[in-house]
């Protein structure tokens, strides 16, 4: 069986590689470089917990109309005209509800259970890259704060996750972690979660695919997707790739790739920054989430990560400086002794956002032998093991698999085989 998988990011690499570990001749085929448009910007948390609930959540969406009038909030919608943005955002309301919460954290949940283990599944066969079990420490700057916290640690146990997290005061958040500084108050650990510098994971996966005789192509963007009878045809720019089976990941770009085949995804980015330090001035233990930031820090084998804010655009690679600013503020205000230093590297993150919260895992009704993995937002690095290891299963032995029943693309897709601007409305959450 020949299977092509479209993006060459965390989410289709840990998909061709669950799919050539069943034995099907994978080919990948990435639009730019490796991992260049998400995970060199990414925190890389391996966190079944925290990564399990939703962005759509109850409160969100008023505390996002607060934040529009601060062009350096954590999270900005950048306003247009346009109605596909209006369709994003009336869904995302919708979505916010608490019953449809709660069936959204009932699925994370129940697909992410699986994420740790298949980590270590790759590593013991043979696949190379940086992790660390280290748990997720909150610092926070209040205690009200970290109790809120707990309250959503309550939820993700109430729907089945199985890690164990600590309360923190003051005096036992600084023990843990010395270098943070006095205006934290109070905190959370949650001793489950991981964490991984996610460039690593992309080049890991995509060696051992090319160590056992599979092709990973990189700079090689598909143009258009067609069936010819039995058989899928790829046409990139000077040739046409022929293969029974494709797996679209193309992060953000999924939609136009799949829109001509009558299947409607209205991606958004989900524009993240992420500062990497090499040799960081302070020595930081653990993975931590700054809470009232809302900033990542990553504390990887020589050098620290910051990455924070959720811009729900379309695609842009520019830098904005007082989305810099507010985060390099954040490791001032929060870590002890932090100098006001320029970063190594700067790098934005193009994180495909669906207005349910939800990814799109699985195949496509009408069209055999398609599929499409994406959508996975701010958590691709954590849901890239489970969602590829369930896709092979699809893809592969042609199997239902109930954990993805709730992710499936045709939630989205329109009674009719052909396109439509307008979007029906979802079957599940």
């Given at each position: ?67 529009m ?21 009336i ?37 190379q ?24 640690y ?15 005061d ?8 010395p ?41 090689s963007?598909?143009?258009k ?58 020595t ?38 007082r ?16 100098p ?86 979802p079957?599940?959450?």
């Open positions: 069986m020949k299977v092509a998988v479209i993006g060459g990011g965390a989410i289709g690499l840990a998909a061709a590689y669950f799919i050539a570990e069943k034995g099907a001749d994978v080919t990948v085929l990435e639009r730019g470089r490796l991992g260049e448009t998400t995970s060199e910007a990414s925190a890389g948390w391996l966190t079944p917990g925290i990564s399990s609930i939703p962005v759509a959540a109850p409160g969100v969406v008023p505390q996002a109309l607060r934040w009038v601060r062009p350096d909030s954590p999270f900005y919608v950048h306003p247009r005209l346009s109605p596909s943005l209006a369709s994003f955002l869904r995302f309301w919708r979505s916010s509800s608490s019953m449809r919460f709660q069936a959204a954290l009932r699925a994370l949940v129940a697909l992410n259970r699986s994420t740790l283990p298949l980590l270590d599944e790759m590593r013991t066969n043979g696949v890259f940086e992790m660390h079990n280290r748990g997720l420490l909150f610092a926070c700057l209040s205690r009200q704060a970290a109790a809120k916290e707990a309250e959503a309550n939820l993700l146990r109430q729907a089945g996750f199985e890690g164990d997290f600590t309360l923190l003051a005096d036992e958040i600084h023990a843990l972690e270098t943070l500084s006095d205006t934290v108050e109070a905190g959370l650990y949650s001793k489950l979660e991981r964490h991984s510098r996610p460039e690593t994971i992309v080049a890991g996966l995509a060696a051992h695919l090319r160590q056992h005789g599979l092709t990973v192509r990189e700079h963007p598909v143009l997707i067609t069936k010819r009878q039995t058989v899928w045809e790829l046409r990139l720019r000077d040739e046409v790739i022929q293969t029974d089976k494709v797996v679209v990941a193309a992060g953000v770009w999924t939609g136009e790739l799949v829109r001509p085949l009558g299947l409607r995804l209205n991606f958004l980015s989900g524009k993240g920054y992420g500062l990497t330090f090499e040799q960081p001035p302070v930081v233990q653990h993975p931590m989430y700054l809470i009232e930031a809302k900033v990542a820090l990553s504390p990887y084998t020589g050098a620290l990560r910051l990455g924070g804010t959720l811009e729900l655009m379309r695609p842009d690679a520019t830098l904005a400086s989305r810099l600013a507010a985060i390099r503020a954040a490791a001032r205000k929060y870590l002890r002794d932090w006001d230093i320029e970063p190594t590297m700067a790098r934005t993150g193009q994180r495909p956002m669906l207005p349910d919260s939800l990814p799109a895992i699985g195949p496509v009704n009408g069209h055999d032998g398609l599929f499409v993995s994406a959508g996975h937002g701010m958590v691709g690095i954590t849901m890239s093991a489970p969602s590829g290891a369930a896709l092979a299963a699809a893809v592969v032995d042609g199997k239902t698999v109930p954990e993805l029943m709730p992710f499936s693309p045709n939630r989205f897709r329109r009674h009719s085989s052909q396109p439509s601007d307008v979007e029906s409305e079957v599940a959450a």
